[in-house]
């Protein structure tokens, strides 16, 4: 019995200690999906935190593009005050300016004791966490724009640069940029002319940039509102960069490759992966918080078309530069070997006549060998197995089309690969690695699950290969058997269902015997009670009746429990339309006296206008429920006398009638509640294993129905769905 505790309770702080390692992450983005930066943003955190399988995030859309003012802000909150309610995460991660204010400012009622990482804003302000008294909470990565730095290398590239227009519009987030492009044209230089836009529509500015000015640039730093407060879409505005006719540098990765020349830009990509890395040292504790740190991943990086079209280069003073969309001739690809060939030409003639009969061999043979090779790659994708080839290091050599579509994964990805090289870019890899780093048998079953909870088994087979190379490697053939073990699994089932039904065959066979042999006494005892009655005078006729009568009521009822329970014990051979209720009170009767000696107060309801004729074996069905009346007695046994209730209801839903048997014992373990079904499986002491196993094996495999268990206040639950007078239909 000790043994027993120690295990149950060793299963129990299992459970525990790893819901208390998963890690609950909340994302406040400032803006809707679809916004191309945040969405950057949230894919590169999500994408890190995918091989963390015990972090769980969520995320909510705050759209402040479109709306930002106090009443939404209010709006806003009273929504997340019902959403978050009773939700407890581990740290709060929020996106740009609007989120990271409405967190501070509404953190003592929306959360309890979580961290708070701030990503996407320029300027940090100590007093408003101070003034929420939120200093030890708040981390963040200060994303400066390198607004001076952007219009130094502008001027490299424009040695003759007169005037830059600064575009950035009427947003909040502007706003904070705005004090620091004021202080940089203070700074700039006296022939430089700066012309500071913000007021404009998106027409406004094409029209003003339409025409190209010699020595004239532009420097975009955002614009997604104009003065109207017209919201416009990133490739909206990235349509109207590509018309402009003046050169556009921008502060960030947004518009490259859709307009922008280029510049020392923030990637929207290092941004989401650094703040992903920061979160996930904060969850591990790993770092001293409160923790503010400085982006520093800038790129310099410019789009060659674009400086071709321009007319501008890059300087050599400036390094560490990056180019896209660089195109490359013909004679730069080839240059070295064109000037070989016209050195070598009148050799490669001699060359060319001498190997002309060779090559011709070769291509003959190559010929042959292709057709081999197409008829092997053929036969391999013709095989519905998934299949691949690893060398002795463990490289992928080659695979079948069937392992690619299992891994999710295309051939140019897999060739030449080790397989954990490939663990975090596929799902199905990584499980593949698990099992066999845990199973280090050749031929084994594995059982592969998807994240939409389908599974498929799997028998996988590996063999070792030589090569004409003398190179060793492994073979491995993954042979579908779901269908096949599905099939194993129902045959053990309907195994379990004939002995079980075999065994209450014979019982019925002994207790027909047994009853037969009751019975004839019965008789006798009802007789002598007769003859005793009448043979009397009239005076003890007058004493003795009430006995005499009370003797013929019990020995008539042990006859009538007798018939019963020989009823109820013999297997139905056919399925027949029986009333449910009827049913119920049969199987109460032959233990209604084992109920009433026990104190067990039992309650029927049922539905008023209820239909409550099935499709089946009723005898089965006494079985079953009688399973669960016995394991309901058992537990209300634990409660006082005066506190012991079973309730049975019946009820109709879509066609379906609805059985509900409800106790108010001490209910099942919550460790347990997913396996009381399970053959052999058992909480009581001496207890088999296969009551509610035979139970749901009647249920469903017997009946076309369904049984499950349920949260309960209190005591036990449980359901079972039948269909009504349709021998075809299964729920």
Same mark, same amino acid.
């Given at each position: ?209 339409? !025409? ?53 830009? !923030? ?33 310099? !990086? ?397 249920i469903q495999d017997k009946l076309n129905g369904k049984i499950f268990y349920k949260k309960s206040i209190k005591g036990s639950h449980f359901r079972i769905l039948l269909h009504q007078d349709n021998p075809k239909e299964t729920i």
């Open positions: 019995m000790k043994v027993i505790l120690v295990f149950i309770c060793l299963i129990y702080y299992s459970g525990q200690l790893f819901a208390q390692n998963t890690k609950n992450v909340l994302i406040l983005n400032s803006y809707h999906k679809g916004f191309e930066f945040s969405d950057t943003v949230i894919k590169n955190i999500e994408e890190l935190f995918y091989n963390k399988q015990n972090i769980n995030l969520s995320v909510l859309y705050m759209n402040s593009r479109h709306i930002y003012t106090k009443e939404y802000q209010k709006k806003l909150y009273d929504l997340y005050e019902i959403q978050l309610q009773n939700k407890t995460y581990d740290l709060i991660i929020t996106i740009d300016r609007f989120a990271y204010k409405f967190a501070v400012k509404n953190y003592n009622n929306l959360f309890k004791n979580e961290q708070i990482l701030f990503v996407g804003i320029e300027e940090y302000s100590k007093e408003l966490a101070k003034v929420y008294q939120l200093t030890k909470k708040i981390n963040g990565i200060i994303q400066k724009l390198a607004i001076k730095d952007n219009i130094e290398i502008i001027s490299k590239l424009m040695p003759n640069l007169e005037k830059l227009y600064i575009l950035n519009d009427r947003s909040p987030n502007a706003n904070d940029s705005s004090r620091f492009i004021i202080k940089v044209m203070r700074q700039k230089k006296e022939n430089l002319q700066i012309e500071y836009l913000r007021d404009y529509t998106l027409k406004e500015l094409q029209d003003y940039f339409k !025409v190209y000015k010699k020595n004239q640039a532009i420097l975009f730093v955002r614009f997604s509102i104009d003065l109207n407060g017209e919201y416009y879409q990133t490739n909206e505005v990235a349509n109207a960069i590509k018309e402009f006719s003046l050169p556009v540098f921008a502060m960030d990765s947004l518009f490259l490759g859709k307009g922008i020349v280029g510049g020392k830009l !923030v990637s929207t990509d290092k941004l989401g992966t650094q703040t992903a890395k920061f979160a996930i040292d904060l969850l591990n504790n790993k770092l001293k918080t409160p923790l503010i740190k400085n982006y520093n991943s800038y790129q310099n !990086v410019f789009d060659q078309e674009l400086l071709t079209k321009f007319h501008l280069s890059v300087p050599k003073t400036l390094r560490g530069f990056e180019l896209i969309n660089t195109p490359e001739s013909f004679f730069d690809k080839y240059r070295t070997l064109i000037n070989n060939v016209f050195l070598a030409t009148p050799l490669l003639l001699i060359i060319i006549f001498g190997l002309a009969e060779s090559l011709y061999a070769k291509q003959q043979a190559t010929r042959k060998l292709q057709q081999r090779l197409d008829f092997d790659y053929a036969l391999l994708n013709a095989i519905d197995s998934p299949i691949f080839w690893q060398d002795k290091n463990g490289k992928i050599i080659d695979m079948n089309k069937k392992f690619c579509q299992l891994v999710n994964l295309k051939y140019r990805d897999l060739i030449g690969k080790n397989l954990y090289y490939l663990q975090e870019q596929s799902y199905i890899i990584n499980k593949i690695i698990t099992f066999f780093d845990t199973n280090f048998e050749k031929n084994v079953n594995f059982t592969l699950g998807d994240r939409k909870g389908r599974k498929k088994i799997y028998y996988i087979k590996q063999t070792s290969f030589e090569s004409q190379s003398r190179e060793n490697g492994i073979v491995t053939i993954f042979t579908d058997i779901t269908k096949e073990k599905k099939l194993e699994q129902a045959r053990e089932k309907e195994i379990q269902y004939l002995i079980q039904q075999s065994k209450m065959a014979e019982i019925g066979d002994i207790f027909s015997s047994i009853a037969h042999q009751w019975k004839s006494p019965l008789v006798s005892i009802t007789s002598l009670a007769q003859d005793m009655f009448y043979s009397q005078d009239t005076s003890g006729k007058e004493e003795n009746s009430y006995h005499i009568k009370n003797i013929m009521l019990q020995a008539n009822y042990m006859a009538d429990t007798i018939n019963d329970f020989q009823d109820f014990i013999i297997p139905s051979k056919e399925k027949t339309i029986f009333n449910v209720h009827d049913t119920i009170k049969n199987m109460l009767n032959i233990v209604q006296h084992n109920m009433k000696y026990n104190y067990i107060n039992i309650i029927i309801t049922v539905e008023k206008d209820l239909n409550l004729n099935i499709y089946g074996y009723e005898n089965e069905l006494m079985q079953a429920m009688l399973n669960i009346i016995n394991n309901a007695k058992d537990a209300l046994l634990h409660n006082n006398e005066k506190n012991r209730n079973l309730s049975i209801e019946l009820k109709n839903k879509y066609n379906v009638l609805v059985v509900d048997i409800i106790d108010n014992g001490p209910g099942i373990n919550k460790e347990n509640k997913n396996k009381i079904f399970e053959q052999y499986f058992s909480t009581k002491e001496k207890g088999h294993g296969i009551g509610l196993y035979m139970t749901r094996l009647i």
